[in-house]
């Protein structure tokens, strides 16, 4: 089977998205989020994100199979996200994703949420590079690996030792009192602000790893927005946002550079939610188009959680042959990046 059609289930956080693919041709990309019903919290509700996404998991499904023009029948496998997330929201998707594979009779891949934020740039930029290098930035996550194989290898050379990119973003902008999910808030605010204002620590930078850890950061601002608070001054809240990103992105670009000569691999993929991050983007492609890497990112709206990146994993998985999933397939809330088929 070369281009085989794929139904993707995505509940791994508050995001109940559903993606249909043939092979890299995305046909629909369709998303119900409950952000709104958690922004009152600063953060994810599991439990409010978990009954968000049984409401929206019909509904969702039907819209993008009329998008696509396609029907049940037609699909050649269903993929469901499996882990890492939210224990109670993964169960929705994957308890969903087991009833339609078994009324449907149609095999049934469990899949690794992270290397599916790798898998979807095939759906814009072709076929992956064997291999590439992958920076994941989420809410979750921040890791380099190595990917000869998205469907069969995929190898971690580094990651977050506390907060992950997302995470960070998100700390600081509640901080700023700026709301919530905070990285396109920071994103857009730091458009005003000098991101040479403020010099803020760049943790591990020269550690000789390929870790990342921001929560030296999170609290070097806290500390200077409460010393200027202390000192009766207005608080500079672009100049913090920009400098604050600068940091954050300075250290996510050099670390990705450095691995791809370190493994004179000449292809780096950026994914997860932070990819559409404007100044990581832009800053990525300086420094890969300065060392003779060639940069994929996808557009902003595959980079944070969608039902697509599911599918375009699910159909790299039958593509390359690898066994379905077994049934009873458990939902993993802390799935080893690793893992890329439960
Ligand atoms: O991949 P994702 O949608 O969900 C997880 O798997 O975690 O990532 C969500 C994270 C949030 O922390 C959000 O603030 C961040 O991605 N994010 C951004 C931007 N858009 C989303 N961070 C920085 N700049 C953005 N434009
Ligand atoms: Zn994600």
Partial sequence: ???????????????TGIGIVRGHTLLAD?????????????????????????????PTIERALKTAGVSLDDLDAIAVTAGPGLAGTLMVGVAAAKAYALALGKPLYGVNHLAAHVAV??????PLPKPCVSLLVSGGHSS??????????????GSTVDDAAGEAFDKVARMLDLGFPGGPIIDRTARAGDPAAITFPRGKLDDGTYDFSFSGLKSAVARWVEAKERA???VPIADVAASFQEAVVDVLTRKAVAVCKAHDVDHLQIGGGVAANSRLREMAKQRCDK???????????????????VAALGAELVSSGVADSRLDLPADSSLPVTTVRV
């Fill in 121 to 126: 740039d095939q759906l814009e930029h072709g």
């Fill in 1 to 15: 089977m070369s281009e085989p059609l794929v139904l993707g289930i995505e509940t791994s956080c508050d995001e």
């Fill in 144 to 157: 380099l690996l190595l990917v000869p194989d998205v469907a069969t290898d995929v190898r971690s050379l």
């Fill in 30 to 58: 369709t998303v119900a989020s409950s952000v709104d019903l958690h922004a009152r919290f600063g953060g994810v509700v599991p439990e409010v994100a978990s009954r968000a996404h049984l409401e929206a998991m019909t």
């Fill in 291 to 309: 060392a003779g890497i060639r940069l994929r990112v996808p557009r902003p709206g595959l980079c944070t959680d969608n039902g697509a990146m």
């Fill in 232 to 234: 009766g001054e207005p």
